[in-house]
């Protein structure tokens, strides 16, 4: 290796701690991606991750020794506070369920935790674990404490896992890993002075005071827009619908219901923004009346009459008229015939841009596989987190600034 560091890390420190699952071995992978962007790395493993992988390979790619205990006498000083204190970032990976309580709840008892605990300067985690683990409402609880708290979490994927079946749990690639350290470190202020406006989440149209007909959008694909647009500097307001996300720090939340709701918060608040990205998945129909009290089952049948929603990317594409501004993007989600449907919708909606993906991919996952279609061009992406989704939306919605 050479001393002269060069890519866009040089001169930077990143501080790898790796836990205990079968993804660790990947993360040697990780280490390497990490040097190769011109960053010196520091490796912590956990007591766990030394079943899977040996401190020694760590310390043949990054060329100093791997670090595994908090009371190494070797060291004179305190190891945890050295080692964050030099870090510009921190990354764990592969991120457990257990590696994430722990941060979750500030527990220090080892040396990744007492790092973790000490680190100044981002955080990511790339958590690795069966699907069963990574959907326990305790595990969903402390990814939404550490979201919260500003940590950024890539992943996991859908694919094959250890256990032999095909779900979400995955850790990402390591060079997507990398690439996400190197936006953490490197952050663009591109969109610095945009005032952007986000929808996100389903929507939930009530049938009585306990029921309503909804969908499975989980909200995720709008909430990493509003992050990735506000790491970026712009001014993000994100209008959700019902979803188990936290709000994320430094964005201005309006949280709604239905459909009505949602224009209502839409249209109140519209009206001086540059771009508005409507990533919600809103109910088409509601039902025509809300029974006042709960439905009774003492009917052989039950018939729900629905009534159509009010569009609201439609709305706004319809107010803007021939102004240039807000910038309006849609999503959509289809069955087939992407490109074709999406360009019927970007005309027929009067946005600027159509994010468009089948209706097998993305709805609940971390990941996505989406064709953004402008007027210009359909440019298909491949599978990707949903982060990363986000930065190419944001990037297409610069490019379309720019080119008027
Ligand atoms: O027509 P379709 O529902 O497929 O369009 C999806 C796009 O339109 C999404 O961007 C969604 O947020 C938006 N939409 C809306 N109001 C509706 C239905 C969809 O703003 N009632």
Same mark, same amino acid.
């Given at each position: ?177 990398? @690439? ?29 005071? +306990? ?42 939340? +309006? ?127 491949? @599978? ?21």
């Amino acid at each position: 290796m050479s001393s002269e560091q060069v890519g866009p890390l040089a001169g930077r420190e990143v501080l790898l701690v790796v836990g205990g699952g079968i993804a660790a071995y990947k993360s040697v992978t990780l280490a390497r991606e990490i040097l190769r962007a011109g960053a010196k790395v520091e490796t912590v493993l956990t007591a766990a991750a030394q079943r899977f992988v040996t401190g020694v390979s760590f310390a043949g790619v990054t060329g100093r020794p791997a670090r595994i205990d908090l009371w190494d006498a070797s060291y004179p000083g305190e190891l945890h506070i050295e080692l964050t204190r030099k870090a510009d970032a921190v990354i764990v990976a592969p991120a457990t369920a257990d590696l994430l309580a722990r941060m979750a709840h500030g527990l220090a008892d080892d040396l990744a935790t007492t790092c973790l605990v000490a680190a100044k300067g981002p955080v990511l985690v790339a958590p690795a674990m069966h699907p069963r683990m990574w959907e326990h409402p305790a595990t969903q609880a402390n990814v939404a404490l550490l979201r919260a708290r500003g940590v950024t979490v890539i992943g996991p994927v859908v694919g094959p896992l250890a256990s032999g079946e095909t779900g979400i749990g995955r850790m990402t690639e390591p060079e997507a890993i990398a @690439r996400a350290v190197v936006a953490a470190l490197t952050p663009r202020r591109d969109l610095e002075g945009l005032r952007v406006l986000i929808s996100a989440g389903p929507t939930h149209e009530a049938i009585d005071p +306990v029921r309503f007909v909804g969908n499975r959008s989980s909200g995720r694909m709008g909430f990493a827009i509003a992050e990735g647009a506000r790491d970026r500097g712009a001014a993000v307001t994100l209008v959700a619908g019902p979803v188990a996300l936290a709000d994320p720090a430094g964005v201005a939340v +309006v949280r709604v219901r239905s459909a009505v709701e949602m224009r209502d918060a839409v249209t109140a608040v519209a009206s001086g923004f540059d771009v508005v990205i409507m990533a919600a998945a809103v109910a088409d129909y509601r039902p025509a009346e809300v029974a006042p009290a709960k439905i009774k089952k003492s009917h052989a049948e039950l018939t729900l009459r629905l009534v159509k929603n009010p569009d609201i990317l439609a709305e706004l594409g319809a107010a803007r008229g021939d102004a240039r501004s807000p910038i309006l993007v849609g999503f959509a989600v289809e069955t087939g015939d992407l490109v074709a449907h999406a360009r019927e919708k970007l005309a027929r909606k009067g946005c600027d841009l159509v994010v468009a993906n089948l209706a097998e991919h993305g709805f609940e996952g971390a990941d996505n596989v989406v064709t953004l279609v402008s007027a210009a061009r359909a440019e298909a992406l491949e @599978r990707m987190d949903k982060r990363e989704v986000a930065e190419r939306i944001l990037d297409t919605v610069r490019e379309i600034r720019a080119s008027r």
